[in-house]
């Protein structure tokens, strides 16, 4: 959390939040109170006098499916509101784009199964980017990790997880790396997965492709996911979705015989 409101809002008026120091994210939000619906006319986000422009995200729907959904608090019209389909947990936000993001970090040899040691390289595509690796749990961070200089000798099987940064940008999104050595490759049938619904699915983006490659199994990941967004209400929007725009096209186009 970077900021909160404290008080009750007067009606008809900003509440106005500075942040002492800049902070670089892709994502940022306003996250309503919990039995609020969401209600808020309007949500500007600005660094010093500018105002930041990306595409708007938020909880789907809104009360009584009168309209009032997450884009009339990004809208610029003050006379519109943002009241949700539920009392708690709602929210609005803005993407701004992989261009203020460091690249994801990438592994080579890539994560998998292998009969011995392997030196692996973390590298990203950002100029002048850094790398810190969390090694066997944890989650690395702009201050926290192991800074990469060279090879990383895996001599055992382990889970690597990186985070790319670089000045000016915010930071990459972790990349996880599990590394299996002595491991059998066994079966290599292609598995296909499908992941269709809110957080509750969406948790396994980032793990579960690298988990599965890593014992053998080469994945097919599909995905298709809005957190609080119920499934038929994905089904009903096929463009609206994080992942795959058109998963249900996908499912029926590759699914197995």
Not at 55 to 74: E, I, L, Q, V, W
Not at 108 to 136: C, E, H, K, L, N
Not at 203 to 230: C, M, N, Q, Y
Not at 233 to 247: E, I, M, Q, V
């Amino acid at each position: 959390m970077l900021a909160e409101i404290t008080e009750v809002p007067k009606e008809h008026e900003w509440s106005e939040l500075v942040l002492a120091a800049p902070v670089l994210y892709r994502f940022i939000k306003y996250e309503a109170p919990n039995g609020s619906w969401g209600n808020v006319a309007e949500v500007e986000f600005y660094a010093g006098d500018q105002k930041i422009h990306g595409t708007p995200f938020g909880t789907t729907g809104s009360r009584d499916n009168a309209g009032r959904d997450f884009a009339k608090a990004m809208d610029g019209d003050l006379s519109t509101f943002f009241d949700g389909a539920e009392p708690n947990n709602q929210y609005v936000g803005l993407d701004l784009g992989a261009s203020v993001q460091a690249s994801a970090p990438e592994f080579a040899p890539r994560p998998g199964s292998y009969s011995g040691v392997q030196d692996v390289s973390v590298t990203s595509a950002t100029p002048a980017a850094m790398i810190r690796v969390a090694r066997g749990g944890g989650t690395p961070t702009r201050t926290q990790g192991e800074p990469v200089t060279g090879l990383i000798r895996v001599g055992k099987s382990e889970i690597l997880a990186a985070v790319a940064y670089a000045n000016g940008l915010a930071c990459s999104p972790v990349v996880v790396g599990p590394y299996r050595i002595g491991w059998d490759q066994g079966n290599t049938r292609l598995t296909r997965s499908f992941h269709i619904g809110n957080s509750l699915t969406d948790t396994v983006d980032g793990w579960l492709k690298p988990l599965a490659e890593s014992g053998g199994h080469p994945l097919d990941f599909h995905r298709f996911t809005i957190p609080g967004a119920p499934t038929d209400w994905l089904w009903a929007h096929p463009a609206s979705g994080f992942g795959d725009s058109r998963y249900a096209e996908a499912f029926f186009r590759v699914r197995p015989v």
